[in-house]
Each structure stands twice: as C-alpha cells, then as structure tokens.
C-alpha cells in the first residue's frame, strides 16, 4: 500500500516537472530563437528560421551591431541608457522612500486628502499626460536632452510610494520614539532608524524601475532628436530600414546584448523581489 503510494506520489511529482519545463521553454523559445540568430548569418535567419542551431556559427553580427550608425558606436548608446536608468533609479527610490515616510510616519493637514490624490495618479493612463509633458519640457529648453526622461523619477513614483508605505507600517512606532527620545528629529530617525529597514522594498523599487526605464522606448523616441542621445531601444529599432536592406542579424545580435544587463540584475537580486511584495502584501 505504501509504495503504490508512494508511486503515485512521484508519478505526479514528474508530470509536474514535466509541464513545469514544457510551459519554462515555450516562455524561453523567443529568447533563445533571437540568441541563435544573433549567431547566423542574415539570409539563412528567415529561410531556416525553425532552426535553432546555426548551420555554421558566424559572430561577425556582433562585430557589425556594435559599430552602430552614423559613425556612432553602440557603447555611447549603452552609456546613455546607462545613465538614463541609473539616475532614474536613484531618483525614484530617495524621493519615494521619503514621500512614503511623511504619510506613514508624519501627521500633517489633508493628509488623507493628498494621499488619495496620490493615489489617483495611478489611473491616469501615459497618454493623457504625453502631451502637456511635451509643452512643459518644450518651454523650458528641455527637448533632445536626458533631463525629461530622468527629473520627473526625483518626483517619486504613486506605485513605489504605495509599495514602500505598506512596508513601513509594519515597522513599529516604538523605534521612532526611541530615536526622538535619544534627541533625533525626523530627518535623523528616517536615516538612521527607518531607511536601513527598508532593504526589501527599495530594492524591490530599484530592480522594477531599472526594468522599466531601460526597456522604455517610447519616451527617448519623444524627447531625443539626436543620434549621439539615443538610447539601447532607440538604437536598435534604427537597424531596421523599411527603405533598404535590413541587417537582422546585427540587429539581434545587439538585441542580446541589451538584455544583458536586464538577466544580471534579474539573477542578482531576485529574492529581493519576493521578499520586497511578499513582506509589502502582509503588512497593514
């Protein structure tokens, strides 16, 4: 009895490894699909597409993706995206932190008030600001510059300050009164109590934000006019050339390297990801 359960117990066990890694490599297949014709020559990445092992291995798509255009060298379009995302990311997780730390931890006027207001900008759909965005950064000189796509982060993000302040909750008050009664004022408690605290959702804030502003192509193609601006997503779209020949295989090549930085980040640091929602879902 006990080994024709035990039986069926891995029997399941397999069948579910076995939909596990069927459902992981059709998630994979597209990755690896642009991996291996990355790896082969243009004119057999259409005509053998179905195969993911290159008839003959060529890396010369790599030598020619990272030439770039114009006389421009994908490295500056790496070090753009490079410091687009990293100031982002920086701006977001400090402005953040410290909005989600006046409402959890300061009582001010219309505090409800202002926290719904926060709140609501979360409906608000990308187009509805697009434009008056464009008037305001058009005004004040801001055009074919990095400054719109990285002032507005020092702003702080609706969702990040939601995510940190479900978090904060969780952390007794008592340790704010400890630090007040050993003379720190609110600044002080927040750096020195508070801040070191919210390892998880920082991080968590962090990693979605380095995602997000290094896949972004829509902004960078709004606000940058010139080549020598344009970001990884910008530069790879301008392989593509409807009017000519398109060099495909340079353009996946380039499209591996760009998620490069994405997998390390990914791998680094996931466990943060889990700990930063899963810890932020039960706090309140």
Same mark, same amino acid.
């Given at each position: 009895m006990g080994t024709s359960v035990r039986t069926i117990r891995l029997f399941r066990r397999g069948i579910f490894h076995l939909a596990v890694t069927a459902f992981a490599l059709v998630m994979l297949y597209p990755m690896l699909w642009m991996l291996?014709?990355?790896?082969?020559? #243009?004119?057999?990445?259409?005509?053998?597409?179905? %195969? @993911?092992?290159p008839s003959e291995w060529s890396f010369d798509n790599y030598v020619t993706g990272f030439k770039g255009f114009a006389g421009i060298s994908f490295s500056v379009f790496f070090k753009n995206s490079f410091i687009i995302t990293i100031l982002s990311? @920086?701006?977001?997780?400090?402005s953040s932190a410290l909005v989600a730390y006046g409402f959890a931890r300061i009582r001010f006027k219309f505090a409800p008030?202002?926290?719904?207001?926060?709140?609501?900008?979360?409906?608000?759909?990308?187009?509805?600001?697009?434009?008056? %965005?464009?008037? @305001?950064?058009?005004?004040?000189?801001?055009?074919?510059?990095?400054?719109?796509?990285?002032?507005?982060?020092?702003?702080?993000?609706?969702?990040?300050?939601?995510?940190?302040? %479900?978090?904060?909750?969780?952390?007794?008050r008592e340790l704010d009164?400890?630090?007040?009664?050993?003379?720190?004022?609110k600044y002080r408690t927040f750096a020195m109590v508070i801040l070191p605290l919210l390892t998880p959702p920082l991080i968590t804030t962090a990693i979605f934000k380095f995602y997000w502003t290094w896949d972004d192509f829509f902004s960078p193609l709004l606000?940058?006019?010139?080549?020598?601006?344009? #970001?990884?997503?910008?530069?790879?779209?301008?392989?593509?050339?409807?009017?000519?020949?398109?060099?495909?295989?340079?353009?996946?090549?380039?499209?591996?390297?760009?998620?490069?930085?994405?997998?390390?980040?990914?791998?680094?640091? %996931?466990?943060?990801?889990?700990?930063?929602?899963? #810890? #932020?879902?039960l706090k309140g």
């Open positions: 291996s014709s990355s790896l082969k020559d #243009t004119t057999e990445i259409f005509v053998k597409s179905h %195969q @993911l092992i990311v @920086l701006g977001t997780v400090i008030f202002w926290f719904a207001c926060m709140m609501l900008t979360m409906m608000l759909p990308a187009e509805v600001l697009m434009i008056p %965005q464009y008037i @305001l950064f058009h005004k004040i000189g801001w055009i074919n510059t990095f400054l719109p796509l990285i002032v507005p982060s020092f702003f702080g993000g609706a969702f990040f300050i939601f995510l940190i302040i %479900q978090f904060m909750r969780g952390i007794p009164e400890a630090a007040v009664i050993d003379g720190c004022g606000y940058l006019n010139s080549p020598k601006l344009a #970001t990884v997503s910008l530069a790879i779209k301008n392989f593509s050339d409807p009017t000519m020949k398109t060099d495909w295989g340079a353009m996946f090549a380039m499209s591996v390297l760009s998620i490069i930085p994405i997998v390390v980040v990914f791998f680094l640091f %996931q466990r943060y990801i889990v700990d930063g929602i899963s #810890t #932020t879902g």
